[in-house]
């Protein structure tokens, strides 16, 4: 396995390269350790460089981010330290576009025609039971007293979620079970028969949390499920989904001593001395010094279809 080496000048510069690998990372810092840039570059007759930038204000807060390509996340905070808006964009083109007041998001502008996201007006309502956990969530607004959103929740003894009941979209309500090592093994979505509140009224409990009614006439959609087998170290063997139809798909996996997966479904899959999957059937993966993925390559043509910068 290749040793990383670092390098550091009075704790402004540091520089992490594999002397194997083809890539350096290269950092600056500020008087307080922060992270000005980060550079990338292959270790090649004709570098490539990528540089992505920050800017900090007091106690710690970023308040930019400047990525090689141009894109530039921004940042402002009020006087308590809060978020008062944030905004995404590329060159003049303001992709996102958020405001807040006292913390809390105010309107949400997104760089689609008339798509635009209005708080204002928007109350929330939140009930728990006696361990803190939500019991149920109301949005109201727009006209007086109308509902926009309201969910239910339900939890076993341990305090896995059983159920989140969508009052105003029961269709797309969903409901889970867990093995006795409290690990997820069935997701189910459509809508929950029935639920009752226990004695205590602080706890729901569905009755039966996994059977639904059809859907209602007009719609293409009906139950969908997924379960989830587990080996005795919680990783995946066999994963079941189903989909609107009905019709059921199964994938099952073989795994290694090392707990990697070498086989899912129909791919077989490799990887690195770093445990990073570098083959599949379909792609190889290439990463930088700090195995970071960095290219995705079309193994059938050689053709790079993705590139993390």
């Not at 728990?128 to 006209?143: P, S």
Request: aromatic share 12%.
């Amino acid at each position: 396995m290749p040793t990383l080496l670092l390098s550091a000048l009075f704790f402004a510069v540091a520089v992490i390269a594999s002397p194997d690998d083809d890539a350096v990372c290269e950092y600056r810092f500020d008087s307080l350790s922060r992270v000005l840039d980060e550079t990338q570059r292959d270790n090649t007759a004709n570098p490539l460089s990528f540089t992505t930038s920050a800017h900090w204000r007091s106690f710690g807060r970023q308040t930019a981010l400047i990525y090689n390509s141009g894109r530039t996340i921004t940042r402002t905070f009020d006087d308590l330290d809060r978020y008062a808006s944030y905004s995404y964009s590329q060159a003049a083109n303001e992709l996102v576009d958020e405001t807040y007041i006292g913390g809390r998001p105010l309107t949400c502008s997104i760089n689609e025609p008339g798509l635009t996201v209005d708080y204002t007006g928007l109350a929330t309502t939140t009930t728990y039971d006696k361990l803190r956990r939500t019991l149920a969530k109301k949005y109201t607004g727009g006209a007086p007293g109308s509902t926009q959103i309201e969910v239910e929740y339900g939890y076993d003894e341990t305090g896995n979620r059983l159920f989140a009941r969508h009052n105003h979209d029961p269709f797309n309500s969903q409901a889970y079970e867990y093995d006795s090592s409290d690990r997820l093994t069935k997701f189910e979505r459509g809508q929950l028969n029935s639920f009752t509140v226990d004695d205590t009224g602080q706890n729901f409990t569905a009755t039966p949390i996994a059977t639904y009614s059809a859907s209602p006439a007009g719609q293409s959609f009906g139950k969908q499920s997924r379960d989830w087998t587990f080996d005795g170290v919680s990783n995946w063997r066999e994963d079941t989904v189903v989909d609107n139809s009905g019709s059921p798909s199964t994938s099952t996996r073989d795994v290694s001593e090392l707990n990697e997966y070498e086989t899912v479904g129909a791919d077989s899959l490799k990887y690195d001395l770093n445990g990073n999957l570098v083959q599949d059937n379909t792609y190889d993966y290439r990463y930088d010094a700090l195995n970071r993925l960095r290219f995705v390559i079309l193994r059938s043509t050689g053709t790079i279809v993705g590139q993390y910068l």
